[in-house]
């Protein structure tokens, strides 16, 4: 429910009407500020002074002073007695509020939140139906008449600091004011919230959880969980405010109406690592609803949220401008249009998005869908999977004309119509560096355009074909699609096909966050500009990877300085890749996971004997930089001389891994090439756990080379066991492996 300026000026005008009677009371004593320690009964004399004499929490908050902590021990705190619906906790300008304490601290730093819970509850009549933890997980728990709001802090700054509690059981179902803010009402506020969850409370109009209008609050790792607002805002609502929202979650909360994580009218909002996932709005906006906002969203997931009668399953934006980056929407849903994403009169800018199975049940734009001369811009985005009944499987536009750069659309589907990748009614998009593979309808599997709709495609692949400068219709020889993996194997005919002038000024990396720009020397450049050339689609391919016992820089696997770990290498390469192992001890797991494996890849070729500074190939030295593979998953294997190496399986202690190598299910292109192998012990009761220590093949023919196989043990095939399978050995020594009931080759 929104309130006039005039209301919050009525408001407003009371507050300081009030500030100023205040002034003419009789001044209290001074008092230096301290810490004042409360408990949910009061104890000794209750003056606060100690644990031993604390004082309620009402208490501390009523006599605390500018520069005042507050330390709450755990248990349950009420605002005030059955029927006193007004009681509320007030916030103070220079109070910081902490819970979390055991009640024995003499250090803020020896608090635990999350162990000793601090709860602030608005179950006045202590009725509610939370199952004895004192915590209601959802709305429906509420009984009886509970507080309006739990918590106040009008014309609160950041000064007003609230940290460490569980806020729950606010019923804010009166009228006007007391129908907004069921866990926290919040107004010409701003202050610092770290290290709360909002749960189970309940408004009847707007912000079950929090209701903020005219405020900067700063919330810092904050959960908002089953709460419920009879109109918008299920977890939170934001009035011309301007909020900084950081590690928040927003779960499992409803808003009737719209905005069932957060519904937002005309705020600045920054979140950063912030997730919405299966908040329901009966209307629109099942993760976020937003009017005329401007957002401003990195690394934020969208995932399960619903718009069950309405529009934008993860988001609805309508009017504002707002920025997404690093930002995934995943198996949202909605009923009209957009299952992930809903634009109407808006233009966001959208870098390193990922859309993956949203669907719409009976409308348009499965991933997104934009309506009223909407013109985003979309950079390094993927459309996967997404699914809409009628028409726009991956992507809808009516009367917008978006621009599209370096965009893979693969495996979306408009089930009863048209347009399974691309919809477009009087739209006109320019689409650039885009690959168009895979997705299907019963018209126009790619791209359907409708009335006046002239889209500008070019340096793009289009499968069955578009007219344009630089098109081509090529399979792009995705990773592995079925997987999801879109990724391009480094055959494909998309790799320096792009145009490098499309790109926009400051994008540097791809999708995966590696380079943009990357000349692969085998392939002819074939896209326009000056090499290297950019590649079609989301994702730059590049030749080599490179893993490192541990992550180094941002972990991307494009350099030694920002290697990857081995296992991370394996599951990113596609065919044509290699990866480049430095010296050192590898464990395909963590102790306990014996089924952990180094699981080899058709057409990547895995090279060891790194230092971890060499530019090409033919400057490692396998001999020397001994690249281990071990199933010593436990890490306590016998190793007097200290190599690491299982000298003979008597060395092998506890519970290593099965197999420390597959190759089952590849073929030749699957190289491994200088490593030794040990401390694989397959040693279970089935089959295959009980086959091929070092490495187990089944229909698997990878290369080896340059490989010890020792001290690994099995049932059958202690070293290597081969089952339909015919693995090339080059270089290799198998040596001191053992095999209680077959060779131990």
């Given at each position: 429910?929104?309130?006039?300026?005039?209301?919050?000026?009525?408001?407003?005008?009371?507050?300081?009407?009030?500030?100023?009677?205040?002034?003419?009371?009789?001044?209290?004593?001074?008092?230096?500020?301290?810490?004042?320690?409360?408990?949910?009964?009061?104890?000794?004399?209750?003056?606060?002074?100690?644990?031993?004499?604390?004082?309620?929490?009402?208490?501390?908050?009523?006599?605390?002073?500018?520069?005042?902590?507050?330390?709450?021990?755990?248990?349950?705190?009420?605002?005030?007695?059955?029927?006193?619906?007004?009681?509320?906790?007030?916030?103070?300008?220079?109070?910081?509020?902490?819970?979390?304490?055991?009640?024995?601290?003499?250090?803020?730093?020896?608090?635990?939140?999350?162990?000793?819970?601090?709860?602030?509850?608005?179950?006045?009549?202590?009725?509610?139906?939370?199952?004895?933890?004192?915590?209601?997980?959802?709305?429906?728990?509420?009984?009886?008449?509970?507080?309006?709001?739990?918590?106040?802090?009008?014309?609160?700054?950041?000064?007003?600091?609230?940290?460490?509690?569980?806020?729950?059981?606010?019923?804010?179902?009166?009228?006007?004011?007391?129908?907004?803010?069921?866990?926290?009402?919040?107004?010409?506020?701003?202050?610092?919230?770290?290290?709360?969850?909002?749960?189970?409370?309940?408004?009847?109009?707007?912000g079950g959880g929090i209701y903020n209008a005219y405020g900067q609050p700063v919330l810092n790792n904050v959960?908002?969980?089953?709460?419920?607002?009879?109109?918008?805002?299920?977890?939170?609502?934001?009035?011309?405010?301007?909020?900084?929202?950081?590690?928040?979650?927003?779960?499992?909360?409803?808003?009737?109406?719209?905005?069932?994580?957060?519904?937002?009218?005309?705020?600045?909002?920054?979140?950063?690592?912030?997730?919405?996932?299966?908040?329901?709005?009966?209307?629109?906006?099942?993760?976020?609803?937003?009017?005329?906002?401007?957002?401003?969203?990195?690394?934020?997931?969208?995932?399960?949220?619903?718009?069950?009668?309405?529009?934008?399953?993860?988001?609805?934006?309508?009017?504002?401008?707002?920025?997404?980056?690093?930002?995934?929407?995943?198996?949202?849903?909605?009923?009209?249009?957009?299952?992930?994403?809903?634009?109407?009169?808006?233009?966001?800018?959208?870098?390193?998005?990922?859309?993956?199975?949203?669907?719409?049940?009976?409308?348009?734009?499965?991933?997104?869908?934009?309506?009223?001369?909407?013109?985003?811009?979309?950079?390094?985005?993927?459309?996967?999977?997404?699914?809409?009944?009628?028409?726009?499987?991956?992507?809808?536009?009516?009367?917008?004309?978006?621009?599209?750069?370096?965009?893979?659309?693969?495996?979306?589907?408009?089930?009863?119509?048209?347009?399974?990748?691309?919809?477009?009614?009087?739209?006109?998009?320019?689409?650039?560096?885009?690959?168009?593979?895979?997705?299907?309808?019963?018209?126009?599997?790619?791209?359907?355009?409708?009335?006046?709709?002239?889209?500008?495609?070019?340096?793009?692949?289009?499968?069955?074909?578009?007219?344009?400068?630089?098109?081509?219709?090529?399979?792009?020889?995705?990773?592995?699609?079925?997987?999801?993996?879109?990724?391009?194997?480094?055959?494909?005919?998309?790799?320096?096909?792009?145009?490098?002038?499309?790109?926009?000024?400051?994008?540097?990396?791809?999708?995966?966050?590696?380079?943009?720009?990357?000349?692969?020397?085998?392939?002819?450049?074939?896209?326009?500009?000056?090499?290297?050339?950019?590649?079609?689609?989301?994702?730059?391919?590049?030749?080599?990877?490179?893993?490192?016992?541990?992550?180094?820089?941002?972990?991307?696997?494009?350099?030694?300085?920002?290697?990857?770990?081995?296992?991370?290498?394996?599951?990113?390469?596609?065919?044509?890749?290699?990866?480049?192992?430095?010296?050192?001890?590898?464990?395909?797991?963590?102790?306990?996971?014996?089924?952990?494996?180094?699981?080899?890849?058709?057409?990547?070729?895995?090279?060891?004997?790194?230092?971890?500074?060499?530019?090409?190939?033919?400057?490692?030295?396998?001999?020397?930089?001994?690249?281990?593979?071990?199933?010593?998953?436990?890490?306590?294997?016998?190793?007097?001389?200290?190599?690491?190496?299982?000298?003979?399986?008597?060395?092998?202690?506890?519970?290593?891994?099965?197999?420390?190598?597959?190759?089952?299910?590849?073929?030749?292109?699957?190289?491994?090439?200088?490593?030794?192998?040990?401390?694989?012990?397959?040693?279970?009761?089935?089959?295959?756990?009980?086959?091929?220590?070092?490495?187990?093949?089944?229909?698997?023919?990878?290369?080896?080379?340059?490989?010890?196989?020792?001290?690994?043990?099995?049932?059958?095939?202690?070293?290597?066991?081969?089952?339909?399978?015919?693995?090339?050995?080059?270089?290799?020594?198998?040596?001191?492996?053992?095999?209680?009931?077959?060779?131990?080759?």
């Amino acid at each position: 429910m929104l309130f006039s300026r005039h209301s919050f000026a009525r408001l407003f005008s009371a507050g300081v009407l009030i500030l100023l009677l205040a002034s003419f009371l009789p001044l209290q004593p001074a008092r230096a500020a301290g810490v004042r320690y409360a408990a949910p009964t009061a104890q000794g004399s209750g003056d606060c002074s100690s644990w031993a004499n604390a004082c309620t929490l009402q208490t501390a908050l009523t006599n605390a002073v500018s520069g005042d902590e507050i330390w709450v021990k755990a248990g349950v705190h009420y605002p005030g007695t059955a029927g006193n619906r007004a009681a509320t906790f007030t916030l103070k300008n220079g109070v910081a509020v902490y819970g979390g304490f055991a009640g024995t601290e003499t250090s803020r730093s020896q608090r635990d939140w999350v162990v000793n819970k601090t709860i602030l509850s608005g179950d006045i009549d202590k009725n509610d139906a939370h199952g004895g933890d004192y915590i209601n997980e959802s709305a429906s728990q509420i009984v009886g008449s509970n507080a309006y709001h739990v918590v106040t802090g009008s014309l609160t700054d950041s000064t007003a600091v609230l940290d460490g509690f569980v806020i729950t059981a606010g019923q804010a179902n009166g009228s006007v004011y007391d129908s907004i803010g069921g866990g926290m009402s919040l107004q010409f506020s701003g202050p610092t919230l770290t290290n709360l969850t909002f749960s189970g409370n309940l408004a009847s109009t707007s912000g079950g959880g929090i209701y903020n209008a005219y405020g900067q609050p700063v919330l810092n790792n904050v959960t908002f969980s089953g709460n419920q607002a009879n109109a918008e805002g299920g977890g939170m609502e934001n009035y011309q405010s301007d909020l900084t929202l950081t590690q928040v979650t927003f779960s499992d909360n409803v808003a009737v109406t719209s905005g069932g994580g957060m519904f937002n009218q005309s705020g600045n909002l920054t979140l950063t690592n912030v997730t919405f996932s299966n908040n329901t709005a009966g209307n629109d906006g099942g993760g976020m609803f937003n009017q005329s906002g401007n957002l401003t969203l990195t690394n934020v997931t969208f995932s399960g949220n619903s718009a069950n009668s309405g529009s934008g399953g993860g988001i609805y934006n309508i009017g504002g401008s707002s920025t997404l980056i690093n930002v995934t929407f995943s198996a949202n849903n909605a009923d009209a249009l957009g299952g992930g994403m809903y634009n109407n009169n808006s233009n966001p800018q959208l870098t390193n998005i990922t859309f993956f199975s949203n669907y719409v049940v009976s409308g348009v734009g499965g991933g997104m869908a934009n309506e009223g001369n909407s013109n985003p811009t979309l950079t390094n985005v993927v459309f996967r999977n997404n699914y809409a009944l009628a028409y726009g499987g991956g992507l809808y536009n009516d009367s917008s004309s978006l621009t599209l750069v370096n965009v893979t659309f693969n495996g979306n589907l408009a089930y009863n119509d048209s347009g399974g990748g691309i919809y477009n009614s009087d739209s006109s998009p320019t689409l650039t560096n885009v690959i168009l593979w895979g997705d299907s309808a019963p018209s126009g599997a790619e791209i359907y355009n409708a009335g006046s709709s002239a889209p500008l495609v070019s340096y793009s692949d289009i499968q069955g074909g578009y007219a344009g400068t630089g098109n081509i219709n090529a399979n792009p020889l995705f990773g592995n699609a079925a997987a999801g993996v879109l990724r391009l194997q480094l055959a494909s005919p998309a790799i320096d096909a792009g145009n490098n002038a499309a790109v926009p000024s400051g994008i540097i990396t791809d999708l995966d966050g590696n380079p943009r720009f990357v000349d692969i020397t085998a392939v002819t450049d074939t896209g326009s500009g000056t090499p290297p050339i950019v590649d079609m689609g989301a994702y730059e391919a590049f030749p080599v990877l490179y893993a490192d016992l541990t992550t180094q820089g941002n972990g991307k696997c494009y350099a030694w300085e920002h290697a990857c770990t081995l296992q991370t290498a394996l599951g990113r390469a596609v065919a044509g890749q290699e990866i480049w192992v430095k010296a050192g001890v590898y464990y395909p797991g963590a102790a306990g996971n014996r089924a952990a494996t180094f699981q080899l890849k058709s057409g990547v070729a895995v090279y060891g004997g790194f230092v971890g500074t060499e530019t090409a190939r033919d400057q490692r030295n396998w001999a020397t930089n001994l690249t281990i593979l071990s199933g010593d998953i436990d890490q306590n294997d016998s190793n007097t001389d200290g190599n690491f190496i299982a000298e003979t399986p008597a060395d092998v202690q506890g519970s290593n891994a099965y197999h420390v190598v597959t190759g089952s299910g590849t073929d030749s292109t699957a190289v491994l090439d200088g490593f030794v192998i040990t401390a694989g012990r397959a040693n279970g009761s089935n089959f295959p756990d009980n086959h091929g220590g070092g490495m187990y093949n089944y229909g698997g023919n990878p290369a080896l080379a340059n490989i010890t196989l020792r001290g690994n043990s099995a049932m059958y095939g202690g070293g290597i066991y081969n089952k339909s399978s015919s693995p090339i050995l080059t270089d290799v020594i198998i040596s001191d492996n053992s095999a209680s009931s077959s060779s131990g080759y």
